[in-house]
């Protein structure tokens, strides 16, 4: 058995110039057009060129059949470090704890890191029919549903051994539709009571319509760099003060009930030097609401089977007092492919820079942001989080 | 609760037939096991060979997820476990479930370790002990079906199991031949299974045989005139039953012993070959357009196509070896026929038979195969939606032996003591 060792901070990199496109819920564009507009975007925030980019991170399903190689040509880009991160929501912690690295060791000076997909009419069938081997082989075949069965199987079973009902996870959606008003680029535009919730279509027991994301096309983009040179550039940026990733944590467990996030958050919250109370905001995967509370859960701010009465007593909002998912998650802002695993992230580096506009969290300092990736059959294989702290 | 299974009513020709939809076939080569397994019915999956891991895998690996060995053997399991979790999806991607909506699913942890997302028996609940089935699904390949541990009422009345099965129950069946001594067996045992008619073809009626009076005396038998040597004949009756015909079962045969030198001429092997495989392909060319586009018309859609073949259609057997190649070649074109109706949904059953019980084996020792028999395996095998089936100990040693080596098996068929 080989030890662990202590793991490094990322003391003098730095992340910086958010980006977000408005989401279509359809897109006759490709996954390139999506990813370009958010990285010019990103790259233009930073007061930078594209030549200046010498280091590519990307995720996206809907690229094939490029990868980030082609991309790299087909945007002009002339990287010396590059990465193509497949992990769908947990993709923005992953990509920027790789990317931080990078930068802190030299192998690049600014890395662009990007997510973003497509949407077409008839893409997420297609996806879902040949998403993973295991999938199309052990999953699909029964019913079709998606991830939305899958979820079902999960949500159901969370239910029962915890005794958590719909209203508890209406509140995370009604919340959440509450934070989406608030921004512009947001899908959902209308208010979302509790008791719409409750009537929402069933889709997959006990899932129903508002417990789902909404597919569409959009993409999302920051950038890794030196602290100097963010100083330099004279932007907004954000330190990062600890990151996580696992994958396939607990394999032996009947059904998902806690994701990796359990098996490393001591070592989480060590590099930070703080623990989840001294957390101004979080921003969790936001795909089902029961994958909120397994977060809330193996996070830490509450025990295993507690995150229902945990919220019930918190005020989910941008002005209560546990903000969480400030821009509306992808429940209510729209899932953007692999854009869904950096939405939170992006968002959080926005609130603690006090650049996040009608959103902004009061003196938000510490995000807290957590990812959560890939049923690649039965459970959700990839987390990972990021505790970021905005520089004062 | 089994909602009971509603006898159709008679077809509204002004209606449209539905076209067949399939669920999703796409599978590793891996999984393709599975559904090997699933052709006889067998809960089968990937044990772990090395000693000290012996873990159980699912979904099918190429390499073992506790100890990353490669030796991964398809093994006979226990198929029973939990049902930790249920979802009924309202809303599906795939046609085929969109138009079968409300579909169940759940996930049962296996008592052998791994948890499995299968389809449901109606009866079950979160929390039931249950045994999953392994079965080809309309696509053509392998999914998992939890049952109770107890057969529930009307059990095979339930919505999935019976789009996983081809049930005899109410549905039409053409027998191809009336001379056949396994005839009247099988008409009788598939009315006795629920089957609403049973057409039986019968060549040449004015030339008389014995079982004649007592397939007429059957409640639900229609004699048809049918000769699979004559191709209008196979076409005309396709053109007046083709669209009533939801199974049919190919007992048509021609046998005679010998093989090549014993033999003055090739007469007796071409009427082998006319019967046993152009009798199969000029039925394949008449009838199965009817039942490929009728898969997904309710209750008695077609859903079987039943060739009983020898099982010498594997290896030759040199005493009966000119009807052997003849139904290996029978045997070849129903794999041909396996992938032309795959797209429908219409499964090509193969039953491989023993030596039967009857005047043209009489000098060959037992076990020999009765046709009641073959008659309660062939039905038993369409209740359970089987895909190959073995009927009798020669057939199933065969089976055995072919699925072990080929060629040791060539080798023991063709040795010296053999003639």
């Given amino acids: ?392 | 609760m089994v909602t009971p299974l509603q006898k159709p009513p008679k077809k509204n020709p002004q209606l449209r037939t539905r076209v067949p939809t399939l669920p999703s076939h796409y599978r590793s080569r891996s999984a393709l096991f599975m559904a090997a397994a699933a052709a006889e019915g067998r809960f089968m999956l990937q044990v772990c060979a090395e000693p000290d891991c012996e873990s159980v895998q699912y979904p099918a690996r190429d390499a073992c997820a506790c100890c990353l060995s490669d030796r991964l053997v398809w093994q006979d399991v226990s198929p029973r476990g939990n049902l930790i979790a249920t979802s009924t999806v309202r809303t599906s991607t795939n046609t085929y479930f969109r138009e079968r909506t409300p579909w169940r699913l759940g996930t049962v942890h296996l008592d052998i370790g791994p948890s499995v997302m299968c389809h449901l028996h109606s009866e079950l609940v979160v929390g039931d002990e249950v045994q999953l089935i392994n079965r080809l699904d309309k696509s053509g390949q392998s999914v998992l079906l939890a049952l109770p541990l107890e057969r529930a009422q009307l059990q095979e009345d339930d919505m999935q199991l019976r789009e996983l099965t081809c049930d005899p129950k109410f549905r039409r069946i053409l027998i191809t031949d009336a001379r056949n001594p396994n005839a009247y067996a099988l008409a009788k045992s598939l009315l006795e299974a629920g089957a609403t008619t049973v057409f039986v073809g019968e060549a040449e009626s004015w030339r008389p045989y014995p079982d004649r009076a007592k397939l007429e005396s059957l409640q639900g038998v229609e004699l048809v005139s049918l000769d699979v040597t004559d191709t209008s004949s196979v076409q005309e009756l396709a053109g007046e039953f083709g669209g009533k015909v939801d199974i049919l079962i190919n007992n048509a045969r021609f046998v005679r012993p010998g093989g090549i030198q014993g033999r003055g001429d090739v007469g007796f092997a071409m009427d082998e070959m006319q019967v046993n495989y152009f009798g199969m392909m000029r039925l394949a060319q008449a009838f199965a357009p009817a039942m490929t586009g009728r898969s997904a018309d309710g209750v008695n859609s077609a859903v079987a196509w039943v060739n009983v073949l020898s099982v010498y259609s594997l290896v030759n057997n040199p005493g009966f070896g000119s009807f052997s190649a003849s139904n290996a070649a029978a045997h070849s074109l129903s794999q041909c026929l396996r992938a032309e109706m795959a797209a429908s949904g219409v499964r090509v059953v193969n039953v491989y038979c023993g030596p039967t019980e009857d005047e043209w084996h009489q000098p060959l020792p037992p076990p020999k195969v009765p046709a009641g028999t073959l008659a309660r395996e062939l039905v038993k095998a369409l209740q359970a939606g089987l895909e190959d089936v073995y009927v009798g100990d020669i057939a199933k040693d065969i089976r055995r032996k072919f699925m072990e080596s080929p060629k040791v098996l060539e080798k023991e068929m063709t040795s010296l003591e053999t003639l």
């Fill in chain 1, 1 to 392: 058995m080989i030890k662990p060792r202590k793991r490094m901070g990322y003391d003098g990199v730095v992340v910086a110039a958010p980006a977000s496109t408005p989401y279509e819920r359809y897109s006759t564009e490709t996954a390139h057009w999506w990813i370009a507009k958010a990285l010019r975007q990103s790259i233009k925030a930073a007061g930078l060129t594209p030549r200046d980019i010498d280091g590519f991170s990307v995720a996206s399903f809907s690229l094939f059949p490029d990868t980030a190689v082609g991309l790299t040509q087909h945007l002009g880009l002339v990287p010396r470090w590059l990465d193509h991160i497949p992990q769908g929501g947990a993709s923005g912690p992953s990509a920027l704890r790789r990317a931080a690295r990078a930068v802190q060791c030299g192998d690049a000076s600014v890395v662009a890191c990007v997510a973003g997909d497509t949407n077409h009419v008839d893409s997420f069938r297609r996806m879902l029919s040949s998403f993973s081997r295991f999938a199309q082989d052990a999953s699909y075949p029964y019913g079709s549903g998606g991830p939305n069965a899958c979820f079902a199987l999960l949500t159901d079973y969370y239910m029962r051994e915890f005794g958590v009902s719909r209203e508890d996870f209406g509140r995370i959606c009604v919340t959440q539709r509450d934070n989406a008003l608030r921004n512009e680029n947001a899908v959902m535009k209308k208010p979302l009571t509790m008791d719409a919730y409750l009537a929402g279509r069933e889709i997959s027991d006990p899932i129903t319509l508002f417990d789902c994301v909404m597919p569409v096309a959009g993409a999302e983009a920051f950038l890794v760099m030196r602290e100097e040179d963010a100083v330099a550039a004279g932007i907004p940026y954000a330190h990062i003060s600890a990151t996580i990733e696992r994958h396939n944590a607990f394999p032996e467990d009947p059904i998902q009930m806690r994701g990796g996030w359990a098996m490393d958050i001591e070592e989480f919250y060590g590099m930070a030097g703080h623990g989840p109370e001294s957390v101004d905001l979080l921003q969790t995967y936001d795909d089902y609401p029961v994958i909120v509370m397994m977060q809330m859960e193996d996070l830490g701010f509450c025990a295993k089977g507690e995150a229902a009465r945990f919220i019930a007593d918190k005020d989910l909002t941008v002005s209560g007092d546990f903000p969480h998912n400030t821009s509306g998650g992808q429940l209510s802002a729209g899932q953007a492919g692999a854009a869904g695993g950096f939405i939170g992230l992006v968002e959080a580096i926005r609130q603690v820079t006090g650049t996040a506009g009608a959103t902004q969290v009061a003196n938000a300092k510490r995000a807290l942001v957590s990812g959560f990736g890939v049923i690649n059959y039965d459970r959700g294989v990839c987390t990972s989080a990021a505790l970021l702290e905005g520089a004062s």
